[in-house]
């Protein structure tokens, strides 16, 4: 799936939003692709996933687990582990922190890929990867639908991403002119 084909489904979905919006790392953005709206249609979302399995069974193959960061990564990691048989787990933050929980099971030989929605500073991978690290966990890459870092983006493991797409941020006492101009609005979930 090309990168334009990726972008027209976030835009005919109605989920590239254009503005002055405060991103979960509290960085400031005139763009905010809001993929519960992508998600809301099973068919688009199947498409996008099917194209990031096809890509995690080249780049990481022997994948046996998938764990996403809750509640963002949860639907996307779900769909793209159907796609390769695999079972799909999350994890929950409790107290500030992530953790495994509901039963969920990683066998020390498993090979866990986290699965995650959008990327922007990699935080909530690289949280969910220090969590599963701690039970012993083997996690041998991480994989996105949209790196929005442009690949700038440290998550502790390989990132795997269906596209890049560099999407401007700024600190909030670093923002552009215009942007500064426009008040700001907090659509993410952190």
Same mark, same amino acid.
């Given at each position: 799936?090309?990168?334009?084909?990726?972008?027209?489904?976030?835009?005919?979905?109605?989920?590239? =939003?254009?503005?002055?919006?405060?991103?979960?790392?509290?960085?400031?953005?005139?763009?905010? =692709?809001?993929?519960?709206?992508?998600?809301?249609?099973?068919?688009?979302?199947?498409?996008?996933?099917?194209? =990031?399995? @096809?890509?995690?069974?080249?780049?990481?193959?022997?994948?046996?687990?998938?764990?996403?960061? *809750?509640?963002?990564?949860?639907?996307?990691?779900?769909?793209?582990?159907?796609?390769?048989?695999?079972?799909?787990?999350?994890?929950?933050?409790?107290?500030?922190?992530?953790?495994?929980?509901?039963?969920?099971?990683? *066998?020390?030989? #498993?090979?866990?890929?986290?699965?995650?929605?959008?990327?922007?500073?990699?935080?909530?991978?690289? @949280?969910?990867? @220090?969590? =599963?690290?701690?039970?012993?966990?083997?996690?041998?890459? *991480? *994989?996105?639908?949209?790196?929005?870092?442009?690949?700038?983006? #440290?998550?502790?493991?390989?990132?795997?991403?269906?596209?890049?797409?560099?999407?401007?941020?700024?600190?909030?006492?670093?923002?552009?002119?215009?942007?500064?101009?426009?008040?700001?609005?907090?659509?993410?979930?952190?």
């Amino acid at each position: 799936m090309t990168r334009d084909e990726v972008l027209n489904i976030f835009r005919a979905c109605g989920a590239m =939003l254009e503005g002055h919006f405060i991103l979960s790392s509290g960085l400031r953005s005139p763009v905010f =692709l809001q993929k519960a709206r992508v998600f809301q249609y099973a068919s688009e979302t199947e498409k996008l996933c099917r194209a =990031l399995a @096809e890509r995690i069974r080249t780049e990481v193959p022997g994948v046996t687990k998938f764990v996403s960061p *809750a509640i963002g990564g949860i639907i996307p990691g779900y769909e793209t582990a159907r796609h390769l048989g695999v079972p799909s787990l999350y994890t929950e933050r409790v107290e500030g922190r992530f953790e495994l929980r509901r039963g969920f099971e990683i *066998a020390p030989d #498993d090979q866990v890929v986290v699965v995650e929605d959008i990327v922007s500073t990699g935080l909530s991978i690289r @949280e969910c990867v @220090e969590a =599963l690290r701690a039970i012993g966990a083997n996690v041998v890459a *991480a *994989a996105c639908l949209i790196d929005r870092s442009g690949g700038e983006a #440290d998550v502790g493991v390989p990132l795997v991403s269906l596209i890049e797409y560099k999407v401007p941020a700024s600190p909030v006492d670093q923002l552009p002119p215009d942007l500064a101009a426009i008040p700001p609005v907090k659509p993410g979930s952190r």
